[in-house]
């Protein structure tokens, strides 16, 4: 893959870095073999076969801004500034309650995060916004007393030209701390991870220690607010654990370089940082599969163990939990028989759960990825998720990539006619409790995560399969908005393959 360039503080979209679709429909195979991810299809892209579906209009989606707002607005001593008109600000209240849930299941005090906006108006259109950031600035700092302050574009500030660079530059000399541009503007990237990228970047070039003191037992993990499943996991290895990104002090992002490795529990979130880490300050990411299921489970103790010289450990480790796991599973999957399941997640987490399911018995013959990158940042086979999921779990016959077009999700059911839907973005779960299916909606991204994630799914599968009646009696009093030209449609994308329809329905 192509060298991270942290000279610039604007940071390489996915679809030009990775090659990153969002719309394709087919089985999980032809999507791996169209990929070719050993070719690097992202770089040079020579013999990458992936085309994408490209549709008349989109429904709905999320912009690399809010994932900005997100990570960077989730670093405990810091300060987050949207330079944006206040819509762009809508955000803050999910992810307050985002970062508050988040902070009391890691057992840390309880706050509100720190995010501003400029709030800019019709006249800093015409005449420039960026006295309005510098006040904002000086405002966040007198009020707050921030270790850091992050600042994030917007498609406006993009459109009118605001010199963000220089105003950080000013400030940071004028304040002695940090102050980092994040260009994340929401139509830089067909896909908001490329926001995930944004803040990675800004935090590589301007937290992270220049000069690391390494600290043998220390791991980096990638994530976002999950519980704290990994402590006890590394614990076994006589590791520790230093949580990035969110939830993060500056302390924490600063230490990074000093880490033994940095591993996360899905690619799309990790692969920039990781890649990053591994670039500029010799951390090694772990590669392997991610840590689902007993095989990539396994794979990825195994890689941690020789990475860190813990090769003994690890075995004995891997030992006693296929011992210990193996029997309750045995239980749970005379429980599950003969359900059918959905995912529709992100790409890399969707790999890992639907190899989960199939763990637990659970027939999952179709799902749905919001994005598909054929190669992470790494460019190494070994996390080739889509790919080690089908050669160690088989092949999907209906593997879709969608980005949350909620028209498209009804006739991907209607495919399959699931039993429960796994989903990581709620707003497709209302339609699926309106076709009397329901939704497990994972706000604990790390409930499948290791040995342990296998039982955790399992049982809250069962918890909402036991609800099943309530959404199958709501199915039978609500109405679709949808004509019925459209609910009688087989193909998710015939929009996209024929969009002179849209004029004649």
């Avoid at 990638?222 to 590791?239: K, M, R, Y």
């Avoid at 637990?360 to 996390?383: K, N």
């Avoid at 499948?448 to 909402?464: H, R």
């Amino acid at each position: 893959m192509g060298k991270i360039n942290l000279k610039t503080t604007v940071v390489e979209s996915r679809e030009q870095r990775l090659g990153t679709v969002v719309a394709w429909d087919g089985k999980a195979s032809k999507l791996s073999e169209a990929s070719l991810y050993s070719s690097g299809c992202g770089g040079d892209g020579k013999g990458c076969e992936l085309c994408e579906i490209r549709g008349p209009f989109s429904q709905g989606s999320v912009c690399s801004e809010q994932m900005v707002e997100c990570q960077a607005g989730h670093v405990r001593d810091a300060v987050l500034i949207q330079h944006a008109p206040v819509g762009c600000a809508l955000g803050q209240v999910d992810y307050n309650s985002l970062y508050r849930n988040g902070l009391a299941m890691r057992n840390q005090p309880v706050e509100n995060l720190r995010v501003t906006c400029s709030n800019l108006i019709e006249s800093d259109m015409i005449f420039g916004g960026s006295n309005r950031l510098a006040q904002s600035i000086q405002d966040v700092y007198d009020r707050y007393r921030p270790k850091v302050i992050f600042i994030s574009t917007s498609c406006a500030t993009a459109i009118i030209g605001d010199d963000i660079d220089g105003t950080a530059t000013e400030y940071e000399e004028k304040l002695g701390i940090p102050v980092i541009p994040l260009h994340c503007e929401g139509f830089r990237s067909k896909h908001w991870s490329t926001g995930f990228d944004s803040t990675q970047h800004g935090i590589l070039r301007q937290i992270v220690r220049k000069n690391p003191e390494k600290q043998g037992d220390l791991v980096n993990v990638i994530n976002l607010w999950g519980s704290d499943v990994f402590t006890p996991i590394l614990a076994e290895l006589n590791l520790r654990v230093n949580y990035v990104v969110d939830l993060a002090t500056v302390e924490d992002l600063a230490q990074m370089s000093e880490a033994a490795c940095t591993v996360g529990f899905c690619y799309t979130l990790s692969s920039y940082l990781a890649a990053g880490l591994e670039q500029e300050y010799g951390v090694p990411e772990i590669k392997a599969p991610q840590p689902y299921g007993f095989a990539g489970t396994d794979a990825w103790i195994r890689e941690i163990g020789r990475v860190t010289d813990r090769e003994e450990l690890a075995e004995s480790y891997i030992a006693k939990e296929h011992a210990r796991v193996k029997p309750k599973l045995k239980e749970l999957k005379k429980k599950l028989k003969g359900l059918k399941g959905f995912v529709a997640t992100g790409s890399a987490y969707a790999h890992g759960l639907i190899s989960v399911l199939r763990e637990l018995g659970i027939e999952t013959d179709a799902s749905l990825v919001f994005h598909h990158d054929p190669v992470y940042d790494s460019g190494d086979s070994r996390q080739d998720s889509l790919g080690y999921l089908i050669e160690n779990y088989g092949d999907i016959a209906s593997f879709s990539v969608s980005n949350r077009q909620q028209y498209q999700f009804y006739a991907l059911l209607q495919r399959t006619h699931p039993d429960f839907i796994l989903i990581r973005h709620n707003g497709l779960a209302p339609l699926a409790s309106r076709l009397g299916i329901p939704a497990a909606p994972l706000g604990d991204e790390h409930i499948a995560v290791g040995y342990n994630g296998m039982i955790n799914l399992g049982e809250t599968i069962l918890d909402i399969i036991a609800h099943k009646k309530f959404h199958e009696d709501l199915s039978q009093h609500v109405k679709l908005p949808y004509k019925k030209w459209w609910l009688n449609q087989e193909d998710p994308y015939i929009l996209a393959k024929e969009p002179d329809l849209i004029e004649t329905i």
